[in-house]
């Protein structure tokens, strides 16, 4: 793994990583970036790694190839916050310098464990590039400062022999640990030998020796394909648990993006390791949303970021070589309201919203220019539309190009509709809000290319990304018959 720099010195990946994006980051091209949410300096990033609450600060790793706005063998980048809104870049906090990892540290999570903080990632080896010789093997590494990381010896502490009969050794990752009393736990994504996914359950008492619980979930190839990126933790008396499923066969407005991030809700039996979950909800109902993770922090909130993009799709900041690729979602705090997760933005935005704006507007057949021009800023709306077939609003708008977020009442759905939104993959997605006495109401936060949407508090949320030119930063309203808007509009300053 040595590497020597221009300068003759012998390097170590992680180093050299480093010295890279040293060099490299101020060759980035601006225009597409964003303020208050955590994208690489330079560079690939996807899914969220190792969300934790560690010494009174939020830490966040994720799939960082520092080297090209495309996927490459992934280290893990690191950035940390006090709020979950200003995030400080720290050095990469682990490379895939080592025999059990030496094609990517894959995905993984955090838990702090005798004041230390540990990460379990999955060491992905693929020695040969003929797919039937890939190997998926979980690893340990340890901190005491939140910052060095160093493996530990006695990796890979979860090998491919200990996968059950039905499991294949080429796909096992991203494991995603909890403490219950005084045992760890740990849920593994895997494939079937008929290809489907399930979920994997171990357990420890000290993090490197582990057992084998049971298979807790499967998608017997009808819930997707192979499952990714599970979580699971408790709301109440509740369990939920999440993947990110391949492959999932669109239903009607639901699951309409390549792979879809969703959830089940259930009672996990521990000793059995039995999972005994009702049904299964898509968890974002935009474009851009995938491979989400949770922590739990000092408040007790169970708070959820993930990766905003998705696999297989047009990505303007590669295709015109601007150096980075890939963005997180902001936090949000989940909920269980009924047999339903709901999902708020942090309340820690709030801090940064500034010149404040507020209008009443009532408009029949017709369309409004709002006074404002951004591209970081919170609309927050209620829209009474008892008479309107149509209403709501055109965001980042310029001479053609417009994003269309709107009420249908005729097909009583939520739309946005990206086809016009300028670069990028364009595409519509739908949702059917919970309209209560003809009142919709939406959280909107822009930030530059990103659009999210919070329907009824939390109840829905839709995330995308957008890819408007410089001027398209106009803000319009609109309604096929009478809508009776009240908007505030902030903008976002970090
Ligand atoms: C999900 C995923 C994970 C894997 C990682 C590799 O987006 O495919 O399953 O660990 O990306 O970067």
């Known amino acids: 793994n040595k590497r020597i720099s221009d300068k003759g010195e012998v390097m170590n990946k992680l180093e050299k990583a480093m010295n890279y994006i040293q060099n490299n980051k101020q060759k980035i091209n601006n225009k597409y970036r964003m303020s208050f949410h955590v994208i690489p300096t330079i560079g690939w990033m996807n899914d969220p790694n190792g969300f934790s609450y560690y010494k009174g600060e939020y830490h966040l790793f994720y799939q960082y190839h520092p080297y090209s706005s495309e996927w490459g063998p992934p280290h893990w980048g690191h950035v940390k916050s006090k709020d979950l809104v200003k995030w400080d870049h720290l050095p990469i906090a682990i490379a895939p310098d080592m025999p059990y990892d030496s094609d990517g540290c894959f995905s993984g999570s955090a838990i702090e464990h005798d004041e230390k903080l540990y990460l379990m990632y999955t060491g992905h080896l693929d020695p040969t590039k003929k797919p039937e010789d890939i190997r998926q093997v979980q690893n340990i590494a340890v901190s005491s400062d939140g910052i060095n990381f160093e493996k530990i010896k006695e ?55 582990w057992e084998f619980v049971n298979t807790i979930a499967r998608s017997s190839n009808k819930i997707g394909e192979m499952w990714e990126c599970p979580d699971m933790f408790e709301i109440g008396e509740k369990n939920i648990l999440i993947v990110s499923s391949q492959f999932m066969k669109s239903e009607g407005d639901r699951f309409n993006n390549l792979h879809s991030s969703i959830y089940l809700i259930g009672k996990l039996n521990y000793e059995k390791g039995e999972f005994e979950h009702e049904g299964y909800y898509e968890i974002d109902h935009g474009f851009d949303f995938y491979a989400p993770q949770t922590l739990i922090d000092c408040k007790g909130r169970r708070i959820m970021i993930a990766w905003m993009n998705m696999w297989g799709q047009r990505w303007p900041t590669h295709e015109n070589n601007h150096g980075w690729n890939g963005a997180m979602t902001l936090p949000r705090v989940v909920e269980l309201k009924g047999n339903k997760l709901i999902f708020i933005p942090i309340e820690e935005i709030k801090n940064y919203r500034t010149n404040g704006y507020y209008v009443e507007e009532t408009i029949t057949n017709d369309f409004l220019l709002l006074p404002f021009r951004s591209f970081s800023l919170e609309i927050e709306t209620i829209i009474d539309v008892s008479n309107a077939t149509r209403a709501g609003f055109r965001l980042c708008k310029g001479k053609k190009e417009e994003t269309l977020l709107y009420f249908d009442r005729n097909e009583n759905k939520v739309v946005l509709d990206r086809s016009d939104s300028g670069e990028g993959p364009g595409g519509v997605r739908k949702t059917t809000p919970n309209i209560k006495d003809n009142k919709l109401k939406l959280r909107i936060f822009i930030d530059r290319s990103s659009v999210e949407v919070f329907i009824n508090d939390g109840e829905q949320t839709m995330t995308a990304l957008i890819y408007p030119s410089d001027e398209s930063n106009h803000y319009e309203i609109f309604a096929d018959g009478t809508a009776k808007f009240s908007i505030i509009k902030w903008d976002i300053r970090v």
Do not use: C, H
């Open 155 to 209: 990796n890979p502490v979860i090998g491919t022999n200990m996968l059950p009969k039905d499991a294949k050794p080429q796909d096992f990752r991203d494991p995603k640990l909890w403490k219950k009393g005084d045992m760890f736990y740990v849920v593994i994504g895997s494939r079937n030998i008929d290809n489907s996914g399930q979920i994997l359950l171990y357990k420890s008492k000290d993090l490197i020796n």
